[in-house]
């Protein structure tokens, strides 16, 4: 249940951002958490759900960019779509492969 | 039309009679901005993190984060690295569990300085833990910290805790299934270790899948197998240390 560490930290990123544009409330929150970025989505609007009330993001719409999985092949450099850690290079088939996209867990941008 | 906020509202008419009033009009304006961030949810523990990395770099301290499911066997591999290795290299352990001191106890018998870190709640060490655990061990340039997570195979693997290697490890009770169950953990390891090979001749475990399974979520993956009971291919886990403890 990591997912309640990562509710916290948004809540925090979120509570620091809107004190620095000097708002005590958000309106909206987009989050950007890519399919390999290790997180259970259900698991982090329960927790963002628990610890939500009373902060700044208590009346916040919120907004979830899913970012698919694209990795490269570490010996070819083949770039393809990799959704679930799995496989090998379509094109030399080794399985020695980098993520590139999809493993993004960042908070993109708040709306006061 | 509104000179504040455009609204299309008129504080300006025109009309026949010559008298003097305010032309106001009551509306809130309200103006959403949106201010772009793109920061990372997990910063604080990664910052942290790559300080103690620094710090470990510093000193030449080699630090291992070693994670597993419950009941793998990580502390009775640790015991008998500990016990073997004595005098080859100065060791420091740092333990992780929800609670008790069970495991730090059984470390402090091999007289190697450990600390017991419970992370109460939380289901993984992070790098805020390690960092303040360091800094009780106050480790001796040059040495090895073996740094044991909390036994889980989903959340530790999500939190960088400033070690220079990770190390899984499975034991042959639990399938050789254990890879594709759980990428996350296995994608981002070094080595792996595959423990209780005594318990071969009485399991449904096959090594040579296991290792398949492990390579196709991690190509670069490294295997190597022990029992830390009998000892048996624990020469080749020192050596692997030794190498990279440098």
Redesign the interface.
Known sequence: MHELTVAENIINIVATEAGKAGSDRVNEVCLEIGLLAGIEYAALDFALEALIPGTVMESAAIIIEKPGGSGKCNNCGYEFSFEDFMGSCPDCGSADLAIVRGNELRVKSITI | MCDICGCGESNEHSHDHNHNHHHDHDHSHDE?????????????NNRLAERTRGYFEARDIYALNIMSSPGSGKTTFLERTLTDLKGKKSFYVIEGDQQTSRDADRISTTGVPVIQVNTGN???L?AGMVNRAVKGLNPDNGSVLLIENVGNL??P???DLGEMSRIVMMSVTEGEDKP?KY??MF?TSNLCIINKTDLLPYVNFKVETAVENG??????LKFIEVSALTGAGMEEWYKWLLANAG
């Open positions: 959403k901005v949106t201010i772009p961030l793109g920061r990372d949810i997990l910063e604080i939380a289901c993984h992070d989903i959340c693997s999500m939190f594709l990428p996350g994608r390579l196709k979520v991690n190509g670069r």
